[in-house]
């Protein structure tokens, strides 16, 4: 079996994707391994893959990445391999290099157009740093894949390469645990809301959920997840006195989250048209809101409304004031969204699935699997 050693700056625990991804070459002959980072609130892993995850002195900042590709540079550099993956701009560098050194073929996929995420629009240096990285590799990769056709066509158009597109969506199953509210430790008398995600941050629109809870009655808003706003947002719910209204959750196993968005009546993801990476995002609790049953409330977002929209799974914002999102959620409780829309969630899970987008995933990687 040939091997391959795919990478991610992450710490493998909620990276479904590349979870996904990992299993998919396993099936089409790879030995594989993926490689991470260790945090202390790592969850444990069990998969059907060998995983490696680095402890790493530095967690964030310059320092981190710089400390990050050099670990990673010399762990392939002694180590054996046929196919190198790199997922996103910040492992690509020791990718590229390891690539180059040693003439093994390198697959790149990018989750997200890096270079105009929240955390680089505002910090011009630092932006400019990684787009000279990306602009120096970018137009020498040969296989390159991403995450839906908005993103792809923008580097189409800058790079003048063409791109595949593999959504992030969930592996189809014939059928879903279900746990009740009381089994979930949940107030079964309440209307229950989730929003869940392992990068709950800036700009995606979690303030104003909290904010329009003060006009939902007899619900409950579940965040389950982490992310760079969780602390400011558990200060808010306290200013707010709404500590009856919303209730955190750390991330968990990919099953058990499921088990609480099934368990939702309504799925929230209301990202914010602030930068251009959020505009064409395709957020992955999309996809688990629709494996779940659950209808959706989104902001309008392109790649959102595209799904929204031809499935007919929910509603979507029209901006994000608190009380409009909670006319919303009012109008979905009421109407019984959940069950009025279950027969177009059940067909949306059964053509979005990874059973079908895995197909062009092994259209890339058959012709390294030899």
Not at 137 to 147: A, E, G, N
Not at 259 to 265: F, P, R, V
Not at 337 to 347: T, V
Request: with cysteine; aromatic share 10%.
């Amino acid at each position: 079996m040939k091997k391959v050693i795919v990478s991610v700056t992450n710490d493998l625990s909620t990276d479904q994707r590349v979870d996904k991804v990992c299993t998919t070459l396993t099936t089409i002959g790879f030995d594989v391994k993926l490689i991470g980072r260790k945090l202390p609130d790592s969850l444990p892993l069990s998969r059907p893959y060998m995983t490696h995850r680095m402890k790493l002195f530095f967690r964030k900042g310059p320092f981190f990445y710089a400390e990050y590709n050099i670990r990673l540079f010399l762990y392939l550099l002694f180590s054996k391999s046929e196919l190198l993956v790199s997922n996103d701009l910040d492992t690509l560098p020791a990718n590229y290099l390891v690539h180059k050194l040693k003439r093994i073929p390198l697959v790149y996929d990018s989750h997200e157009y890096y270079t105009e995420t929240p955390e680089l629009v505002n910090r011009p240096l630092v932006k400019n740093i990684w787009e000279k990285i990306e602009g120096c590799i970018f137009p020498k990769l040969t296989d390159i894949i991403t995450v839906n056709e908005s993103i792809a066509g923008m580097y189409e158009a800058k790079y003048s390469k063409q791109l595949f597109v593999v959504r992030n969506i969930p592996v189809r199953r014939n059928e879903l645990n279900q746990y009740s509210r009381k089994e979930l430790g949940l107030d079964p008398e309440k209307h229950l809301i989730i929003l869940q995600g392992a990068g709950i941050n800036i700009q995606r629109g979690a303030e104003e959920a909290i904010a329009a809870m003060k006009y939902v009655a007899d619900s409950v808003l579940l965040i389950v997840g982490g992310g760079d706003v969780i602390d400011h947002l558990k200060k808010q719910v306290i200013e707010e006195e709404l500590t009856d209204r919303v209730m955190f959750m750390p991330k968990m196993p990919y099953s058990e989250l499921m088990k609480y968005t099934a368990a939702a009546e309504i799925g929230l993801t209301l990202d914010k048209d602030t930068n251009i990476n959020y505009r064409y995002s395709l957020p992955n609790k999309l996809f688990d809101y629709i494996h779940a049953g659950t209808p959706v409330l989104a902001s309008p977002l392109p790649e959102i409304k595209k799904i929204v929209e031809e499935y007919n799974i929910g509603l979507l914002t029209e901006n994000h004031n608190p009380e409009h999102i909670a006319d919303r959620i009012n109008f979905m409780i009421s109407n019984d969204y959940k069950s009025l829309l279950r027969k177009n969630l059940e067909k949306a899970a059964s053509e979005l699935n990874w059973q079908n987008e895995e197909k062009q995933l092994k259209l890339v990687y058959s012709k390294y699997a030899g």
